[in-house]
């Protein structure tokens, strides 16, 4: 079975990892711009991860026949670096035009401060202008009044659900998701979010439509074959191969190529051969 994994942080990987990945069937996937795990000291900084993720993150992937895609974005945990963060919007705009950029993201919550907001606000405005897809960062904390929060400014600011993937939702949150009629991504990752035993019981709750797993698998206590894990948790439960590939590839897929920049193997779309003279 293929997988496009929607969400993982291979920048914080082993090679190792890719391997695994691959052995499990992974063909694709889509790496976030996210914290680095300690604040920023200038603006070089995000210049060069966001050159990493889209060049040699890349590389990495294509070692292991995997196809790889990346978001840029200012983080929520950046963004209260008000000043840095303003000035690395201006530095976002030339990596929002690369050619594997599917997304404006990660943005959102993370204590919910008006500094990030309105970094996130900025950050949905040229999502809107160059009419790309969001990847929106669920609240480490106060996460249901936050999640209510991003989606009223979503709202008002007229964006279409079809264009968003809030993520990392949990029981918590899984309701407004997918009230407000979004693509609804669910972390699977050791203590701080998902199980795959609870994945699936939101899955069976709510079903598949318009859902997708992912792992992170960051720089925190993370697997990266979460997805794997999941999928065999939810064949016990019954789940034929049709519904589980709508799950695990063709959901992903689907939502990402509204960017425009997935690739033939991805689209499932056979290459075609040059002609011989």
């Known amino acids: 079975m293929k997988i496009f994994e929607p969400h993982i942080h291979l920048y914080a990987r082993t090679t190792d990892d890719y391997e695994r990945l691959a052995l499990c069937g992974v063909r694709a996937v889509v790496e976030p711009s996210f914290w680095l795990g300690q604040p920023r000291t200038s603006i070089g900084s995000f210049v060069d991860y966001w050159a990493a993720i889209a060049g040699y993150e890349n590389q990495r992937a294509a070692g292991f026949m995997i196809d790889q895609y990346h978001t840029i974005s200012v983080n929520p945990r950046e963004a209260n670096d008000e000043g840095l963060a303003t000035e690395a919007l201006d530095a976002m705009l030339p990596f929002l035009d690369g050619e594997r950029c599917v997304a404006v993201g990660e943005i959102g919550y993370d204590d919910i401060t008006m500094a990030e907001e309105r970094i996130m606000i900025a950050q949905i405005e040229m999502a809107i202008e160059r009419d790309m897809p969001l990847l929106i960062h669920s609240p480490h904390r106060e996460k249901r009044q936050g999640t209510k929060r991003n989606f009223d400014i979503l709202r008002d600011m007229g964006v279409h659900p079809d264009k968003v993937l809030y993520d990392h939702n949990t029981e918590e949150t899984m309701d407004i998701a997918r009230d407000f009629g979004c693509w609804a991504g669910m972390t699977v990752y050791p203590f701080t979010k998902l199980s795959p035993e609870r994945a699936a019981n939101l899955l069976d709750t709510y079903g598949h439509e318009r859902c997708m797993i992912n792992s992170s698998a960051d720089w925190g206590i993370?697997?990266?074959?979460?997805?794997?894990?999941?999928?065999?948790?939810l064949r016990r439960r019954g789940w034929d191969d049709t519904r589980l590939e709508e799950l695990v590839w063709n959901n992903p897929r689907d939502f990402y190529a509204q960017s425009g920049r997935?690739?033939?193997p991805t689209l499932d779309v056979e290459t075609p051969v040059a002609a011989t003279v």
């Not at 993370?222 to 948790?233: A, N």
């Open 222 to 233: 993370s697997d990266p074959l979460m997805v794997p894990k999941t999928i065999l948790e």
């Open 262 to 264: 997935l690739q033939a």
